[in-house]
């Protein structure tokens, strides 16, 4: 249980009154930020055929803004530090908008690498991480409902974004559509408006800027050590001797790897299997609708008393329940089992994306989990970089798609498989040394730690209830 976040000023969050209007335009910003990348396979049969590429060529186009938006995770955290997150949202959705507007017009495939996956992967990144920190600012005690709520807009937003990128297809071709698209994401702008600073209590207004304008330099300094110690703390290669971390890392690869393809290319695979290109533009939006529900129903399950110790195997679990679904994909040959495929893809897709950082959380421990989810970005964008052009690199080769689900399917199966008996091996090894390391210590010097022990969680537990009960008087206020 982590300790309540507060600013340099010291005041709580206020869980609540303009939040809420933050979260609404976090929801609208995590939404482009995901389901972009994933609706954007719409295009590619047009693309394709309008600039002659090949398979692998066009899956670039989706590998290389995935990758680019986890790699600037670390640069965008930075930012934000730095400015806050309004003018570094309202940013990236002028980015997203320009590379969508300018890729209307290219030419070639290059082209749209540049400006589809380069520009508009960073814009995504700036959206994505300003709107999770600007969250943890205006959250504590229902900060569970204001995530879940923001991180609902990626599967929201890919049921809306299937068929409304299909008509437009039809209607505009694929250059107009992608100008449209361009249009409606700078949207986020305006998400990005709505998420202004926490204003700190008057009575602290006069003495903050005292202190500045008296100590302008001293002030300089600590910007320039607080940007020295982020640049480091996303860079700490130290957590590579943590086992349980280098375990989550192995299996978190292997799911990366073989995670995007199956989505970048189904709806080609259903109408390569005869299926009208609005029906199969629909088996996103299926697959969007169920995972809409499974994230917070997961998280719901994750959180009982019996799974939350053993989270770890609920997510091997996942993994390897999605990894089922695609190694049956290339035995379906109707739409309506297609249907079927999309709904239990969704239910996979969501558990694994529900569970994936929580698990990271569980075994690294809520200080270090910053730290740790910032590396783990930075080595997520080379699977996803290389994933989906690898498995239509198996397309061109051998003209089916069905090697291509073998491939990730088979890929998930192992890193799952590995994550299952790795951990059991990893909690064994930590019963072992923490049985080792009580040998060691004398009567006294074990109840001394259990006392140091119950004192911090008694601590962390009354500030949460203070900020219960502070959330509780406001309400009452209110009534």
């Known amino acids: 249980m982590s300790s309540a976040p507060k600013d340099v000023l010291g005041n709580k969050p206020p869980d609540g009154g303009w939040g809420w209007m933050v979260v609404f335009g976090a929801h609208i910003s995590i939404g482009f930020a995901y389901s972009t990348p994933k609706a954007l396979s719409i295009f590619f049969k047009e693309i394709q055929m309008d600039l002659g590429a090949s398979y692998s060529e066009i ?5 290389i803004m995935l990758a680019v938006m986890y790699a600037g995770g670390p640069v965008s955290s930075v930012l934000v530090t730095r400015f806050g997150s309004r003018p570094i949202v309202m940013t990236g959705g002028l980015m997203c908008g320009v590379s969508m507007a300018t890729a209307s017009f290219g030419t070639s495939i290059i082209y749209l690498y540049f400006c589809i996956g380069i520009i508009g992967g960073f814009g995504l990144s700036l959206n994505l991480n300003a709107s999770l920190t600007i969250i943890s600012k205006y959250f504590l005690v229902r900060r569970p409902l204001a995530n879940g709520l923001a ?28 100008l449209i698209l361009g249009g409606m994401m700078l949207n986020c702008c305006v998400a990005g408006a709505l998420m202004r600073p926490v204003t700190p209590p008057d009575k602290w207004t006069s003495f903050a800027l005292q202190t500045k304008v008296e100590q302008p330099n001293e002030h300089n300094t600590k910007i320039k050590r607080s940007f020295g110690k982020n640049a480091k703390k996303f860079l700490d290669l130290s957590f590579f001797k943590d086992r349980g971390f280098v375990i989550y890392l192995i299996g978190n690869v292997m799911f990366i790897f073989g995670a995007y393809a199956p989505i970048v290319f189904l709806s080609a695979y259903a109408i390569n299997q005869g299926v009208e290109k609005y029906s199969a533009a629909y088996l996103l939006s299926i697959m969007g609708f169920v995972d809409m529900f499974i994230r917070p129903a997961t998280g719901l399950i994750a959180n009982s008393k019996w799974i939350r110790p053993r989270i770890q195997y609920f997510f091997s679990f996942a993994m390897v329940f999605n990894a089922t679904c695609h190694l049956l994909c290339p035995l379906i040959k109707s739409y309506t089992f297609l249907v079927v495929y999309a709904a239990f893809f969704g239910i996979g897709f969501g558990m694994v994306f529900a569970l994936i950082f929580e698990c990271l959380m569980d075994l690294m421990g809520s200080q270090r989990f910053p730290s740790a989810v910032g590396l783990v970005t930075i080595v997520e964008c080379f699977p996803m970089l290389l994933g989906p052009p690898a498995a239509g690199l198996l397309v061109d080769v051998f003209g089916d798609y069905k090697y291509l689900f073998f491939m990730c399917g088979s890929v998930i199966m192992t890193g799952g498989l590995f994550l299952f008996v790795m951990n059991i091996y990893n909690y064994h090894m930590l019963d072992k040394e923490k049985a080792a390391k009580n040998n060691k210590q004398g009567p ?6 259990d006392q140091a022990n119950a004192s911090e969680v008694e601590m962390e537990q009354t500030e949460i209830n203070g900020a219960q009960q502070d959330v509780e008087n406001a309400e009452t206020v209110e009534i």
């Open 444 to 449: 006294k010097d074990r109840e001394n730690q």
């Open 151 to 178: 991180m609902a807009g990626s599967p929201v937003f890919l049921c809306f974004l299937a068929p409304v990128n299909q008509y437009l297809l039809a209607t505009f071709g694929w250059r107009g559509s992608v």
């Open 59 to 63: 899956a670039w186009i989706s590998s």
